[in-house]
């Protein structure tokens, strides 16, 4: 099946930093990724979702100039966290939707911690 | 709008107990609908899915099925393991394109004991 490869799965920075998150699809092509974010006990927020060769759409709330979004290629679409705080400590989860139903291959995860 | 309501957690069950897990969903039309299950500091895993009224999706010994009358999707498995222990997450897809991304539950954390 599908795969979706998300890298680092963690990462610990320091207050002011950036942070380049990955997120890979492996055997198939994705034009369309989606960035969730997801807080402790919580469920999934769509953050933002990510189109090749063009920008990003974000869901109200998100910063967009915090929250870099590149989908550069097919296959690769990064989220940067610019100037990371603690309050940017969270999970990030990144997805691309696959065959005719909207079903989704996630990737792995990332635990962001800024201290 | 699309929405997903699932029952609050934790579940708590012994082994080979009979589990269910409800969630409803508001939508227009005929979404396509899923269960992922998220296991501790892992990303999400697809665990069955259904993409019209009556399908019964199953993986794993889990099953839900379709129903469009009632707007539910509920999961259920005969006998869990302490292996089944994760959070769990209905989701559904709205079935007029399919790159929208999904709209989740709040998910269910499962705790099974030995």
């Known amino acids: 099946g599908a795969v979706v490869s998300q890298h680092p799965s963690w990462v610990i920075c320091k207050s002011g930093t950036s942070v380049k998150i990955e997120c890979r699809s492996l055997d198939f092509q994705a034009t369309t990724m989606f960035w969730y974010r997801q807080f402790p006990k919580q469920s999934l927020m769509l953050m933002a979702t990510s189109n090749e060769g063009s920008k990003a759409t974000y869901e109200q709330g998100v910063e967009k100039d915090k929250f870099l979004i590149n989908h550069a290629s097919l296959t690769l679409s990064t989220l940067t966290v610019t100037s990371a705080h603690p309050e940017d400590s969270s999970f990030y989860i990144c997805?691309?939707?696959?065959?005719?139903?909207?079903?989704?291959?996630f990737g792995q995860g990332t635990r962001l911690t800024v201290v | 709008g699309n929405s997903v309501t699932q029952m609050e957690g934790p579940v708590t069950l012994s082994e080979e107990a009979f589990l269910t897990i409800n969630c409803t969903y508001t939508a227009t039309g005929y979404p396509s609908l899923f269960w992922y299950v998220q296991y501790p500091g892992e990303g999400l895993q697809l665990l069955l899915k259904?993409?019209?009224?009556?399908d019964k999706g199953s993986n794993k010994g889990f099953e839900a099925t379709y129903r469009k009358e009632t707007t539910s999707f509920h999961l259920e498995k005969g006998s869990v393991q302490v292996s089944d222990s994760a959070v769990y997450f209905c989701?559904?897809?709205?079935?007029?394109?399919?790159?929208?991304?999904?709209?989740f539950g709040s998910g269910t954390r499962l705790q099974v004991q030995p």
């Open positions: 989701a559904l897809s709205p079935p007029d394109t399919g790159r929208r991304a999904l709209t």
């Open positions: 259904a993409t019209k009224a009556d």
């Open positions: 997805s691309a939707p696959w065959g005719l139903k909207s079903e989704a291959f």
